[in-house]
């Protein structure tokens, strides 16, 4: 009876041990794989960007929508910028010397570049505040957002 009993602990130890080895031999190929895999092939990212209003509190606060894109080194982006708002807006990504067209209530642009170096961006509105021309708004300071590009 009590030999027996061992007997099964073996049996059961011995197919835990193999368990295990199976385990890591297969970790291992996963691992070897992981390292010599081909590199990324670039994405081409559609994406769209719009003047957004939020208003609450008597206060209405203007800005492109979303603040963030991100986006890996190397991917095209093709940018759609559009401006539902009343007044007018130009789209900018500086640093990658990108500007959109005036936007007049309801225009859109496209943009299409490469983002070639990892780092982070400021985008942000680039048509100062003139209420006699019915450009942006008084917080056009704050109509700015980040471009991620990640390695
Ligand atoms: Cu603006």
Redesign the pocket.
């Known amino acids: 009876m009590e030999r027996r009993s061992d007997g099964i602990v073996y049996y059961a130890l011995v197919i835990a041990l193999v368990a295990l080895l199976i385990s890591i031999v297969a970790y291992t190929g996963r691992a070897r794989s992981a390292v010599t895999s081909v590199p990324r092939i670039p994405a081409t990212m559609k994406l769209s960007m719009v003047?957004a209003t939020f208003s609450g509190q008597g206060v209405a606060a203007?800005r492109w929508y979303p603040t963030m894109l991100v986006v890996r080194q190397g991917d095209t982006v093709d940018l759609a910028v559009g401006n539902p708002?009343k007044?007018?807006?130009?789209f900018a990504i500086p640093d990658f010397n990108l500007r959109s067209r005036k936007l007049t209530p309801g225009g859109t642009d496209r943009l299409r570049f490469t983002a070639d170096r990892a780092g982070v961006y400021v985008f942000q509105?680039?048509?100062p505040?003139d209420p006699a021309r019915g450009?942006?708004?008084p917080d056009?300071e704050l109509?700015r957002g980040y471009l991620i590009v990640t390695e």
Do not use: A, K, R
């Open positions: 003047v203007h708002d007044f007018n807006h130009e509105c680039v048509l505040h450009d942006c708004t056009h109509m």
